[in-house]
Nanobody, 121 residues
Framework: QVQLVESGGGLVQAGGSLRLSCAASGRAFFRYDMGWFRQAPGKERERVATLSRGGDTIYYVDSVKGRFTISRDNAKNTLFLQMNSLKPEDTAVYYC??????????????WGQGTQVTVSS
């Protein structure tokens, strides 16, 4: 099992940047595929960016391509999400996810408590 704690959220103006971090503890971080999801009020939780355990498979939802970058530091057991050129529609609670098995539904993985990102226009 792994425990996840997100940080780095906050209030930013449109066009600004934030860097989210997800600190993992517990079983070997490097064994997990990792991802960022978000949920806006009244909407379903959506997959934003995911990164395989080996770093060779990366996914971004179309709406963040070219603006967000996901990365991981296995030595520090930390996942990052660099968010640039933020838009009001990026406003949501952002969650970190750890998927223990390839092919497992992401929503069956482990979740952090979330961090709020608010982008003002």
């Amino acid at each position: 099992q792994v425990q996840l704690v997100e940080s780095g959220g906050g209030l930013v103006q449109a066009g600004g940047s934030l860097r989210l971090s997800c600190a993992a503890s517990g079983r070997a971080f490097f064994r997990y595929d990792m991802g960022w999801f978000r949920q806006a009020p009244g909407k379903e939780r959506e997959r934003v960016a995911t990164l395989s355990r080996g770093g060779d498979t990366i996914y971004y939802v179309d709406s963040v391509k070219g603006r967000f970058t996901i990365s991981r530091d296995n030595a520090k057991n930390t996942l990052f999400l660099q968010m640039n050129s933020l838009k009001p529609e990026d406003t949501a609670v952002y969650y970190c996810n750890a998927r223990p098995e390839q092919g497992l539904n992401w929503f069956s993985g482990y979740w952090g408590q979330g961090t709020q990102v608010t982008v003002s226009s």
